[in-house]
């Protein structure tokens, strides 16, 4: 019997020892220690400093020396009374836990306390500026001309402009509440949410759970009841009266309804697809400053019967009715539905306007079923290698032209004795057999749907075990022409460009698959990756000003921390080191300093910060941020680059062999390059 | 005194000043235990990791819970048995978002960035290529059997240490270790006939 001493024995096991033993891990210098080291105390100790409540000299251990002495449920209750206590009494102390963030601003905006009286307010406004927070507790205030762009945490956005002046009551934790006192509010909420996304004006609160509305709220004297105008471009919005007892009416997608006071003045219907002018546009901020030709067009795609299919020049986009906020120009609209006829039209999508289609399908006249079963024939297939165009569903030819054949009974894999000997050329390791056996049973015709999805994952295994990938590839795009459920497709979507990734190192192949990916599931589980992933294609094969737009959008797109700040610094990296633009790279290096505290990115951001400083003639900040940055990381990696900067910038010529020791992460005159 | 009985000491001396808050003690509790936890890390989770994010997310996880160590097992089990939790969980993880590749800091051209290959003496290459398919052979393995292998194999624990960081008996380590090695033995045959 093999055992483990008898095993232990075995020359090829000794050897095998002998091999992973000759594992080492890359060497590593002092410094990296020292920054390391650095790096964990510091986290530790913002850790404990992002607790206001405990103080900095009660020592970390406090809490087990408290549980030894059995103390701890009563020193717990009466820390979370004290704490509570705090908390009730000076509210705005505490700060919002999870606020939004303006993301652009265009023309003149500003923001103080709201605690501060109408009189103070004129002294207290601060400039607006980029980056900020969107806080309780603060009012802000735009001029007539300008737009503000909040992003929340979940993904809603708004655009504040027509000189409105807004309060934010509560934002953070899934809720948001505002006073909209005067101006224009134009959201796009995403839903379902927890807590409804609220927006009161002086006479009326517009409750959603995920749409897209607008409200205007007009400036009326004193005098005169409040005027309210709510427009729903998408969903329904609740819209009430402040005051009285209205049960609140549902405003519905191209309704526009006027509150006067708390009487609802008017309710109509309106032409959505004839949108007048930019300032109507979807969420007009977001585009402000672009060519108006760069806008994005609106499709709303409808069908009968609801949930076809919709394929937008081949890319499947989703199921009917959908609302697409697409690129302008020619796209060809498909719309498949199993049973009907499928529908193919070509429209002029036009920038910033509502492109409406409706289709009427028409059930499949009865007819024999061809030699491959249906969904084998129409498949749409993901970019990628040898299929970049990625084509819509083919048109079934007439039933007159094919010989009519026997209507065929689907069975499961578990039915076929050769499903069996594939499971035991498996278990035998005769994987070329068994692929074999698998591939010819998944393409039977009397295959049930489920039975072959179960097959080519089977086949995937093996051959991703066995790693012919490229084999893998074309049973990965099989299976997403089978899939059934969005997960499932958003999933292989994702694997598919994974693959051609890391295993085939096809990065074009991979770019593709990605860009057809933020296509296809712009709301996919793998979306932020995909940003990401792409982004870094994008640099590897040199296209910097793609892979800068790209990382741009991921961190507009407002994804984890961890990406955030990797895409601000990989931004930043990019636009001073690749495109030599040190004024467009600052900005994030500061953005990713100021909101990302104990980043892991900490470091080169600001050494490259105050570097960029430097170049561009900021001598005084300069300093100051070589300064900084020797305080804050005494053993880092550029402290001679640093101090030698600060000595020759002292001089005024540079210090002879100063950064001498650290050449080797010495920056080069022009372009920054490490 | 015996040398190791002073070393426990000096640790546990050590971790009684870093639970009080002394930065002084956590900087030589870090540059004491760095090495062991980096290759550790490095060995479990494959170049294809943020080892350095790992490695820091084990220290923090240390210091965060050394108010709990009560001196019942040896400080450097516990450490392992940490390390282990951590790389395990970042193996899940890479299990769950199959093939997200980790991203270097671009500083060095971009080199180091996205995995390309170095110019460096063939030895050295051939080393690499070695060790790559090491590691993708290590990955065909279960979490487990991978930990036991690499604590086993390249680290050199006993198997009463090893089922003490993994919380098993140490029969269940001795069967996962017998299977692992037939695995790895199919996996990387090429490499043990040919020596």
């Known amino acids: 019997m093999d055992t483990f ?207 897209r509305f607008r409200v205007d709220v007009e400036a009326t004297p004193p005098s005169e009841p409040a005027r309210t105008a709510l427009l729903v471009t998408g969903g329904a919005v609740m819209m009430k009266a402040r005051e009285g007892s209205d049960p609140g009416h549902l405003i519905e997608t191209g309704q526009r309804a006027m509150m006067r006071g708390a009487v609802l003045e008017s309710l109509e219907q309106v032409e959505l697809p004839e949108v007048p002018s930019k300032r109507d546009a979807w969420l007009p901020g977001e585009h402000d400053g672009a060519d108006p030709a760069d806008a994005p067009a609106l499709l709303s795609l409808a069908s009968r019967p609801a949930g076809a299919d919709v394929f937008l020049d081949g890319k499947p986009v989703g199921q009917t009715p959908l609302m697409l906020e697409e690129k302008a120009g020619r796209r060809t609209v498909s719309m498949t539905y199993l049973d009907y006829e499928p529908a193919d039209t070509i429209v002029t999508a036009q920038p910033g306007r509502l492109t409406s ?29 040898g299929r970049r165009s990625a084509g819509v569903r083919s048109r079934p030819t007439p039933a007159a032209d094919k010989p009519p054949r026997p209507r065929v009974r689907t069975r499961l894999p578990e039915s076929f004795p050769e499903y069996k000997r594939a499971q035991a050329a498996l278990r035998g390791g005769d994987h070329e057999q068994a692929l074999r056996i698998l591939d010819n049973l998944s393409r039977r015709d009397d295959m049930a749907g489920e039975g072959r999805m179960k097959l080519l994952e089977e086949m995937s295994r093996a051959l991703e075990k066995r790693g012919r990938y490229e084999q893998l590839l074309s049973v990965l795009e099989r299976m997403y022409a089978h899939a059934e459920s969005d997960v499932k497709r958003d999933n292989l979507l994702w694997r598919i460009a994974s693959v051609r990734r890391h295993d085939l190192r096809d990065l074009q192949g991979a770019e593709m698959d990605l860009v057809a990916y933020l296509i296809a599931q712009p709301d996919g589980i793998w979306i932020d990756e995909a940003y990401l992933g792409l982004a870094q294609i994008q640099y590897r094969l040199g296209k910097y000003d793609a892979a800068a737009r790209t990382y741009r959008k991921l961190i507009d797109r407002a994804p984890s921390k961890a990406y955030m700040e990797q895409a601000m610094f990989a931004l930043a990296h990019i636009l001073t080191h690749e495109l030599d633009n040190c004024r467009r790279g600052l900005p994030w290096y500061s953005r990713l300093l100021d909101e990302y505290e104990g980043s892991p990115y900490m470091e080169r951001a600001l050494f490259w910060k105050a570097e960029c400083l430097r170049r561009i003639g900021h001598i005084r900040e300069a300093r100051e941020a070589y300064r900084r940055y020797l305080s804050l990381f005494p053993g880092g990696r550029w402290i001679r680059t640093a101090k030698a900067q600060l000595r020759r910038d002292r001089r005024g010529r540079p210090e002879p062999g100063g950064s001498g020791e650290d050449s080797e992460t010495q920056p080069a005159e022009s372009p920054l390059k490490p | 005194m015996a040398p190791n009985s002073r070393k426990n000491d000096r640790v546990l001396q050590l971790v009684a000043e870093s639970v009080r808050g002394s930065r002084r003690a956590q900087n030589e509790l870090f540059a004491a235990y760095r090495g062991r936890v980096w290759s550790l890390t490095y060995k479990s989770l494959g170049p294809d990791f943020d080892i350095e994010d790992t490695v820091q997310k084990v220290f923090v996880n240390l210091f965060k819970s050394l108010p709990a160590f009560k001196g019942l097992s040896s400080f450097d089990t516990w450490v392992y048995r940490i390390c282990v939790k951590v790389c395990t969980d970042r193996l899940r993880g890479k299990y769950r978002k199959s093939r997200l590749r980790v991203v270097r800091s671009p500083d060095n051209g971009g080199e180091e960035f996205y995995g390309a290959v170095e110019s460096t003496p063939g030895s050295e290459l051939e080393r690499r290529e070695l060790e790559a398919e090491i590691f993708k052979a290590l990955e065909k393995l279960s979490e487990q059997k991978r930990m036991a292998v690499v604590l086993y194999e390249m680290e050199g624990l006993s198997m009463e240490e090893i089922a003490d960081v993994m919380g098993t008996p140490t029969g269940t380590v001795k069967s996962r270790l017998f299977h692992a090695r037939n695995q790895l033995r199919k996996l990387l045959i090429k490499h043990l006939r040919e020596q």
């Open chain 1, 5 to 211: 001493q008898n095993q232990d024995r075995d020359p090829e096991i000794r050897r095998l020892g002998g091999l992973l033993r000759s594992v080492a891990p890359p060497p590593r210098t002092e410094e990296d220690d020292a920054a390391l080291a650095e790096r964990v105390l510091a986290e530790i100790h913002a850790a404990s400093a992002d607790r206001p409540w405990l103080p900095s000299w009660l020592p970390v251990g406090v809490f087990s020396t408290l549980r030894q002495v059995r103390v701890a449920l009563p020193a717990a209750l009466a820390l979370i009374a004290a704490v509570g206590i705090v908390m009730l009494s000076n509210r705005t102390m505490m700060g919002p836990s999870s606020p939004g963030r303006v993301i652009r601003i265009h023309g003149h905006a500003w923001s103080c306390e709201t605690r501060e009286t109408p009189a103070d307010r004129r002294r207290a406004w601060e400039p607006l500026t980029v980056p900020a927070s969107f806080v309780r507790g603060k009012t802000y205030l735009l001029d007539k001309n300008a737009s503000v762009t909040v992003a929340l945490d979940d993904g809603s956005r708004f655009v504040l402009s027509s000189g409105a002046e807004i309060r934010a009551l509560k934002t953070g934790a899934g809720a948001f509440r505002s006073f909209l006192a005067s101006g224009t509010l134009t959201a796009r909420v995403k839903g379902p949410r927890k807590s409804p996304f609220v927006v009161m004006t002086p006479n009326a609160r517009c409750e959603v759970k995920g749409t």
């Open chain 1, 357 to 385: 289609i409706e289709a009427t399908l028409e059930p499949t006249p009865p007819r024999p079923r061809s030699s491959k079963p249906d969904r084998e024939r129409g498949t749409t297939k993901p970019a990628g290698k």
